[in-house]
């Protein structure tokens, strides 16, 4: 069974359009996060919820509009695409606590690759 | 404020030979590390970490890192590089306590010579 699930893998779409990510996680988790990384391969956060609560919420476009209906589900949905949007975005979880971070293991997904034409 | 370098885009081995990837972090109190390994088209996995305790950390695939807190390094080494091991390595930081986010380098690519 896949750990961290996302879907679509493959996405082109055109400049204006909207596009969700969604992804699941079966490993019982509190934690989801959404991260991107550009063409050069840098990586960086996007957003964190636990247990469906926004947690970290970075300088992101407010077209970017994460929603967790469950705090095994985090999808990521995209308004007005631009071709700056193309990267791959990559969906995670960890089980840290609101208690605090006490280092435990982040597992990712398998990426979606958004091309915007 | 926390982050991390990796101070080599690429790092080129002869297969059998031992590798090194280097990382420094830099974190106003106790650091949690990280290395994960991205292969192409693939998601990042988790090799191993350093959290507390003894300083030499061992993990997955025969490879291992040794957090130096007198020079702020958490180098991945491996003693005998295999040509699968090639791929992309992210070195990982992040702060004890709180709800801290984990930063990320950028990455050092590996590419094993056979």
């Known amino acids: 069974d896949t750990a961290v699930s996302q879907t679509p893998k493959y996405l082109v779409t055109q400049m204006g359009n909207d596009k969700s990510i969604k992804c699941e996680q079966n490993?019982?988790?509190?934690?989801m996060y959404w991260y991107k990384q550009d063409s050069k391969k840098f990586l960086k956060i996007m957003f964190s919820?636990?247990?469906?609560?926004?947690?970290i919420n970075e300088t992101v476009p407010n077209r970017f509009s994460p929603k967790s209906p469950d705090k095994a589900h985090l999808n990521l949905h995209i308004n007005s695409l631009e071709l700056g949007d193309s990267a791959v975005y990559f969906c995670?979880?960890?089980?840290?606590?609101?208690?605090?971070?006490?280092?435990?293991?982040?597992?990712f997904g398998e990426g979606s690759w958004l091309t915007v034409v | 404020a926390q982050s991390v370098a990796q101070p080599e885009d690429q790092v080129n081995v002869a297969e059998g030979n031992p590798l090194t990837v280097k990382c420094t972090y830099s974190?106003?109190?106790?650091?949690?590390l990280f290395w994960y390994v991205q292969y192409p088209n693939r998601g990042l996995q988790f090799l191993l970490k350093y959290i507390t305790g003894d300083n030499l950390v061992k993990g997955s695939y025969g490879f291992e890192a040794e957090f130096n807190k007198s020079q702020t390094s958490f180098h991945l080494k491996k003693p005998s590089a295999l040509v699968s091991d090639s791929a992309l390595y992210f070195c990982?930081?992040?702060?004890?306590?709180?709800?801290?986010?984990?930063?990320f380098g950028i990455g050092t690519k590996l590419q094993v010579i056979p």
């Open positions: 490993l019982g988790h509190d934690t």
């Open positions: 995670a979880s960890s089980q840290e606590t609101r208690a605090g971070y006490s280092g435990n293991t982040i597992y």
């Open positions: 919820y636990n247990n469906k609560e926004l947690i």
């Open positions: 990982a930081v992040s702060l004890s306590g709180g709800y801290q986010k984990v930063t």
């Open positions: 974190v106003s109190g106790n650091p949690y």
